[in-house]
T-cell receptor, first 112, second 112 residues
Framework: DAGITQSPRHKVTETGTPVTLRCHQT?????MYWYRQDPGHGLRLIHY???????DKGEVSDGYSVSRSKTEDFLLTLESATSSQTSVYFC???????????FGNGTRLTVT | KQEVTQIPAALSVPEGENLVLNCSFT??????LQWFRQDPGKGLTSLLL?????REQTSGRLNASLDKSSGRSTLYIAASQPGDSATYLC???????????FGKGTTLSVSS
C-alpha cells in the first residue's frame, strides 16, 4: 500500500470553527489531491497540488484552502466550517500526470 | 463537461459467476481511465489503469476494456468470490493536468 496517512481519522466540530486536515505521504510523489465523497455525488475534487507551493482549484473549492510547504505534506483548511462540509475527505497521490492514483483511508468530518 | 455514469448502481450475484460492470462517459477525448475498488469505511484501491491508446488491461481475474469512440469501459470479473464484494468506481482522466472525474460506483455483493 502506498504510504499515505490522513489525520485525524474522525473529527466533530461546530459550525464556524476552523478545521485543518492533514495528508502525509512517504512516497515522494509530486501530485497530491483532496477529494470529498458524499452520497449521491460521488467523489469530487476540492484542490490539488503539482509541487511544493503549487496548487490549483478543483470542482468544489469554495470554502476550502490548501497549503503544501513540503513534498510530503498537503493540508486542507476549512476556514469557517459549515454543515454542508460534513463529508468524508480523501487525500490521494500520484507519481505524475496520468499515473495511478493512490488514496488514503479518509477523514470523516462532522460539522454540527 | 465530462460526466461518468455507472450502471447498475448495485448488483448481487452468487459465488462463481462471471460478471461485467459498466462505465460510460460523455466526452471521448480522455487521457486515461481507472477502475477502483472501495471497501466500506476505507479509501479507494486502484485496480486497473487504461491509457487512452490502449484497449484493455488485465490483472488476475480482472479485465478492463476501453472503447473511446463509444464512450464506454467495462470491468469483467471472472469467477466471482465473496471477497470481491465492494463498491467499484471508474474514473476518467481528461487531458493531462486535469483531474479525474468519478462515477458514483456499482456496489457488488457476492454471496457464498
Amino acid at each position: 500500500d502506498a504510504g499515505i496517512t490522513q489525520s485525524p481519522r474522525h473529527k466533530v466540530t461546530e459550525t464556524g470553527t476552523p478545521v485543518t486536515l492533514r495528508c502525509h505521504q512517504t512516497e515522494n510523489h509530486r501530485y497530491m489531491y483532496w477529494y470529498r465523497q458524499d452520497p449521491g455525488h460521488g467523489l469530487r475534487l476540492i484542490h490539488y497540488s503539482y509541487g511544493v507551493k503549487d496548487t490549483d482549484k478543483g470542482e468544489v473549492s469554495d470554502g476550502y484552502s490548501v497549503s503544501r510547504s513540503k513534498t510530503e505534506d498537503f493540508l486542507l483548511t476549512l476556514e469557517s466550517a459549515t454543515s454542508s462540509q460534513t463529508s468524508v475527505y480523501f487525500c490521494a497521490i500520484s507519481e505524475s500526470e496520468g499515473r495511478t492514483l493512490h488514496f488514503g483511508n479518509g477523514t470523516r468530518l462532522t460539522v454540527t | 463537461k465530462q460526466e461518468v455514469t455507472q450502471i447498475p448502481a448495485a448488483l448481487s450475484v452468487p459465488e462463481g459467476e462471471n460478471l461485467v460492470l459498466n462505465c460510460s462517459f460523455t466526452d471521448s477525448a480522455i487521457y486515461n481511465l481507472q477502475w477502483f475498488r472501495q471497501d466500506p469505511g476505507k479509501g479507494l484501491t486502484s485496480l486497473l489503469l487504461i491509457q487512452s491508446s490502449q484497449r484493455e488491461q488485465t490483472s488476475g481475474r480482472l479485465n478492463a476494456s476501453l472503447d473511446k469512440s463509444s464512450g464506454r469501459s467495462t470491468l469483467y470479473i471472472a469467477a466471482s468470490q465473496p471477497g470481491d464484494s465492494a463498491t467499484y468506481l471508474c474514473a476518467v482522466g481528461g487531458q493531462a493536468g486535469t483531474a479525474l472525474i468519478f462515477g458514483k460506483g456499482t456496489t457488488l455483493s457476492v454471496s457464498s
